[in-house]
């Protein structure tokens, strides 16, 4: 069970552990499951809220990387698929399998029957796990998504990737709780902000606690360190004087998240002014459009008015809407940037300079080990791809002989507890829950699923959903706030639960609603409540 932030921090000062891993991402918190899983004592740390930056900015797509087909990627694309297939079987709740329905223009770069092929060597890649594809003609489409716009339409094909069900920050938070019942400490709101490896071989790390107000300082030792601190990794390594062979260049992404343009469950798929790939995703209530794929040189990134208008101009010569989608119909944005790893020295990377082809740099990741210094700094990756991340940490630092022996020890089953799945759904629908209710409850809290259904026998009246047509009960919401390290509202409206994101109510409309849970969740003494919602709110 993942502890309380002040039970971690209480003992942290002085303490020693095999591995300190820097950054609550997806490559940082699926190294700490890794490493803990084998017995290795972890301490994973952020500067932020877990998952609060690269992490939480993706499209919340597992996926095998069909584009990567055209550009000849075939080892990059089997070996995704396999990532992506050994995700779905692992966490079987959270990650799904889902349609992508493609729609072609006439005149498009390559002809409708031979992206049909394209898909059918892709299922194939893919193991055939997922059902087949299948070529669509313009009828099909106007008849299945009478959204999309037929009228330069030649035909589409539909084919089969996967999704986080809740999102990516959902999924990185899940790790992290499984890699903290596997014993690893895990602390958010805590910077590594120095870091020197002393004559005997053991890291001293300073560590600045930031949310305390006199800001309170830490020194941990570790035998070793794993760098997952994404677009940062550079600058911490720059800060501790580690030269690297690869570095990072940032490639921004913007997706911006409307109310729900189609209620099928579908990925509708379309190809960009530019020739990209361009989505319709669904996100809980919502839809979410994207992305762009645009290079910029400093953090953190931000959504430009040209990148909203790229977005919205996109999306309407696309769609069959009675009304074109405006500025006004945005409930929120998500912008990261993809660490794109490149090497360092001595020749300019691909894609260093403006001339180069700068869409085509590699999105793989790339892991490099000091087994001198013991550190290990991730760059770049996919979601995806985290299990092999997880394992390539673990080979790593085991090959550091940091561990003496205990890797040697088998992995502790890290996937989904599918019998305590069973018993959990017994008695959920014991209590009347509908299959809905009982599905997300699981695949939102997995091993504390129980601890809902006993806050739902202790009173009745946390069963109840926050809004009518919002699947989140009020039990689900109290739990993530006091069991779940959410330090404040945005962390539980935008990380634990997708409130921020996924119900469509904005602006004037969404201020009695935050009150409400602020109150019903903190308790309102001396007008906490109120102050947590302006906080939230500027
Ligand atoms: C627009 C977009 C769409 C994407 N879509 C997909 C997709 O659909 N599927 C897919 O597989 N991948 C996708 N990706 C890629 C994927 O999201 C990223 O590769 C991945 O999230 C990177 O994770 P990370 O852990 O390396 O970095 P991050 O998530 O950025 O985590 C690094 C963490 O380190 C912390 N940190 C930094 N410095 C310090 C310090 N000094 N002390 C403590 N903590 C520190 C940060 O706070 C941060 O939380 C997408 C990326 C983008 C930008």
Redesign the pocket.
Do not use: F, M
């Given at each position: 069970m993942l502890k309380s932030r002040a039970e971690v921090t209480q003992s942290l000062d002085g303490e020693l552990f095999d591995v300190l891993v820097?950054?609550?991402?997806?490559?940082?918190s699926v190294s700490a499951l890794s490493l803990s899983s084998k017995g290795v004592s972890t301490l994973l740390?952020?500067?932020?809220d877990f998952?609060?930056?690269?992490?939480q900015?993706?499209?919340?797509?597992?996926?095998g990387g069909i584009k990567y087909l055209e550009s000849g990627e075939f080892s990059l694309v089997w070996q995704l698929c396999h990532s992506r297939n050994e995700l779905m079987r692992f966490f079987p709740s959270q990650v799904k399998e889902i349609r992508f329905f493609t729609k072609l223009e006439k005149g498009f770069r390559k002809p409708r029957f031979f992206i049909f092929l394209g898909t059918l060597v892709y299922w194939l890649m893919g193991r055939f796990t997922m059902r087949a594809p299948r070529l669509l003609s313009k009828q099909v489409i106007a008849n299945d998504e009478p959204v999309v716009d037929v009228k330069n339409c030649q035909g589409g094909v539909e084919y089969s990737d996967c999704y986080f069900v809740d999102t990516?920050t959902r999924f990185v938070f899940n790790l992290i709780k499984q890699a903290a019942k596997q014993g690893a400490k895990a602390v958010n709101y805590?910077?590594?902000?120095k870091l020197s490896c002393g004559g005997d071989g053991i890291w001293d790390v300073e560590i600045l606690d930031r949310l305390d107000p006199e800001a309170k300082t830490y020194k941990v030792r570790a035998r070793a360190i794993v760098n997952?601190?994404?677009?940062?990794a550079d600058k911490?390594n720059a800060s501790s004087g580690v030269a690297t062979k690869f570095r990072h260049v940032f490639s921004k992404?913007?997706?911006l998240i409307v109310p729900k343009i189609t209620n099928s469950k579908r990925v509708l798929t379309f190809f960009e002014d530019d020739g990209r790939m361009f989505f319709v995703i669904p996100m809980g209530e919502c839809s979410c459009i994207?992305?762009t794929d645009t290079r910029v040189e400093t953090l953190p990134a931000v959504v430009s008015p040209e990148d909203r208008e790229f977005i919205l101009s996109n999306i309407n010569k696309r769609l069959n809407l009675e009304k074109p989608l405006t500025l006004s119909d945005v409930i929120s944005e998500?912008c990261?940037?993809?660490?794109l790893a490149v090497e360092t020295k001595p020749k300019p990377a691909k894609g260093d300079d403006a001339s180069s082809d700068w869409m085509s740099l590699s999105r793989k990741h790339v892991l490099e080990a000091d087994k001198t210094k013991g550190l290990i700094s991730?760059f770049?990756?996919?979601?995806?791809?985290c299990l092999n991340v997880g394992r390539e940490v673990s080979e790593a630092i085991a090959d550091m002989g940091i561990t003496k022996g205990q890797m040697q020890s088998a992995d502790k089953p890290f996937w989904e507890d599918l019998a305590l799945k069973q018993t959990f759904a017994q008695r959920a629908k014991g209590l009347g829950l509908s299959a809905d209710a009982i599905e997300r409850i699981w695949r939102r809290f997995q091993d504390d699923a129980t601890r809902i259904l006993d806050d739902y026998q202790a009173d009745k009246t946390l069963m109840q959903t926050i809004t009518p047509d919002y699947p989140l009960t009020w039990a689900e919401l109290k739990f993530a706030a006091r069991h779940e390290m959410a330090m404040g509202l945005g962390d539980l409206l935008r990380r634990r639960t997708n409130i921020e994101q996924d119900m469509p109510i904005k602006g004037k409309a969404l201020r009695p609603l935050l009150l409400d849970i602020a109150r019903t969740v903190y308790g309102d003494q001396q007008g906490a409540a109120d102050k947590a919602v302006e906080e939230y709110l500027k």
């Open positions: 820097i950054g609550g991402g997806i490559n940082g740390i952020d500067k932020g998952a609060s930056e690269t992490s900015q993706s499209s919340s797509l597992a996926w990516d805590l910077e590594a902000t997952a601190a994404g677009p940062y911490l992404g913007v997706h994207g992305t998500r990261g940037v993809r660490p991730i770049g990756g996919k979601l995806t791809d």
